[in-house]
Every structure is written in C-alpha cells, then in structure tokens.
C-alpha cells in the first residue's frame, strides 16, 4: 500500500465534504459528514486495499478531523 493512494483516499473525502457542506454546518455536524463519507468510501474501496489498511486510515484521519475541529467525541 503506498502512501500516495491512501492520501488520494484523503483528498477525495476533502472533495466530497466540500462539495456537500454549508457555512452553517456546527462543527458537530461537519464531523458527521466527514464520518459518513469516510464510511460510504469504506464500503465502495474496501476490496482494493489490503487487509485493514483503508479502515485503519480513514479512523486515523476522522481522529485527526475531530481534533482539528476541536471536538470531544
């Protein structure tokens, strides 16, 4: 698994929050929105990574969300 592919993972969670997020989203619910297309790409790539890689990524980096968006899940 190279790192270039899962950041690609990264980017295109970043793309789809952008394109279906509002100013007046709370950070709350911008979170949920990270979780629920973190879990939609789960669901649609999990065949093309070994193993746990792409769960294990995509917590590493809705754990990086939450702190950066300074909630206390």
Do not use: C
């Not at 899962?6 to 793309?15: M, Q, S, T």
């Not at 297309?37 to 746990?52: G, T």
């Amino acid at each position: 698994m190279t790192i270039r592919k899962l950041a690609e993972v990264g980017a295109r969670l970043e793309k789809s929050v952008m394109a279906l997020s509002s100013e007046d989203l709370s950070p709350t619910e911008l979170y949920e929105l990270y979780e629920m297309i973190a879990i939609q790409i789960l669901d649609s790539y999990f065949m093309d990574y070994p193993e746990d890689d792409l769960e294990s990524y995509l917590k590493a980096y809705l754990y990086l969300k939450e702190l950066e968006l300074g909630l206390d899940l």
